[in-house]
């Protein structure tokens, strides 16, 4: 059973920064393509950030880029999202989502592609 689980969220002021982590279970890491989505009340889930098996493709929502960073380490099975500059308007619950492509330069851009999903963190973004 694949097992995702979020940390690193919580309350910070505009303008501050933050760094989400994934760690996903049983190995190997490598086999998963990896995303990063949130969910603010009220709205659709919305992708943030995709990267690779291999780590050499990523990529990112038009409303994060410049700002957030999806960055992953194979030794260690975990995803990370390196989130700067941070509006209110960032505010949601995050959620790592792990999908199985065959290509190692695979990204995944739509939820349906995922398999696997964690139990997501709050961050919470003050003005």
């Known amino acids: 059973q694949v097992q995702l689980v979020e940390s690193g969220g919580g309350l910070v002021q505009a303008g501050g920064s933050l760094k989400l982590s994934c760690a996903a279970s049983p190995p190997p890491f490598r086999r998963f393509a990896m995303g990063w989505f949130r969910q603010a009340p009220g709205k659709k889930r919305e992708f943030i950030a995709a990267i690779s098996r291999g780590g050499s493709t990523t990529n990112y929502a038009d409303s994060v880029k410049g700002r957030f960073t999806i960055a992953r380490d194979n030794a260690n099975n975990t995803v990370s999202l390196q989130m700067n500059s941070l509006k209110p308007e960032d505010t949601a619950v995050y959620y790592c989502?792990?999908?199985?492509?065959?290509?190692?330069?695979?990204?995944?851009?739509?939820?349906?592609?995922?398999?696997?999903w964690g139990q997501g963190t709050q961050v919470t973004v003050s003005s």
């Open positions: 989502a792990a999908g199985t492509p065959l290509y190692l330069g695979t990204i995944y851009g739509r939820g349906s592609e995922y398999d696997y």
